[in-house]
């Protein structure tokens, strides 16, 4: 049983507003390098973060430049990697250090198996390796035992999300970077709300009591949100709803 979000206000001035990016603010898609985000919902972002007072960040698993490219000309404080990195209100940069010899084994031992197994895709980054199987879902378990076998042997964690097994280096979460954030202006002393979709959301639902905050999960699956909106396109909705009607093209917000 889930609370209505109709129920609930969100005061632009007194509201910390956080989405994830995949299967929230952009639907999903079978090649993560071809997702668009819709128009409208950019220019309604953008006039979010202006209400707001720059109380607007983007929490995923993707990095900051990916995420900076899907979001142009929009610059907004980001969170990247599942917790390794994020760009702070005054465009500062904060990052785990990177093993890269261990990634690049990492990504030697999926690449050999993918090219064994067409439709797979191996996402290296900069602090994790990505095993995307949204293509090939029959080969979900092969692609889950596996990378559960690295992750033992690499001394790297695992993290499972849809469709996509991936072994990172540091062992932060989006609840990490949410605290980050609600620790610092314009964030900070404001009620948080976190949209997102996937299992990796969980861990920054799990941080908001902190803040008397509220968790809203996109889609189906279990969660412990609080709140539930059935896809992309009612969140979408929503957004619109409170940005209100356009004024203009989308700006850019934010310090580089």
Known sequence: MYDDLSTLAFPP????????FDGTLAEIVEDPRAVRIAPEVLEALSRLHRMSGGAVAVVSGREIDALDAFL????LPLGGAHGS????????????EADRQ?????????NRFAASHEGLLVEAKRTSVALHYRRRPELERACRELARAVADTSGL?????????ELKLSGRTKGDLVADFMA??????????????DVTDEDAFGALPRWDGVSVKIGGGPTIATHRMPDPAALHAWLRGMAGPPSGGTERAGSS
Do not use: C
């Open 184 to 197: 610092e202006a314009p964030f900070r002393g404001r009620r948080p709300v976190f949209f997102g979709d």
């Open 13 to 20: 001035s007194s509201t910390a507003f956080f989405f994830d």
């Open 85 to 96: 990195e994020r760009r702070d209100p005054q465009g500062r940069r904060h990052q785990v």
């Open 72 to 75: 142009s000309p929009l610059r």
């Open 157 to 165: 964690s695992l993290l499972e999300g849809k469709m996509v097994a």
């Open 102 to 110: 261990s990634i690049e084994r990492v990504v030697e031992q999926l």
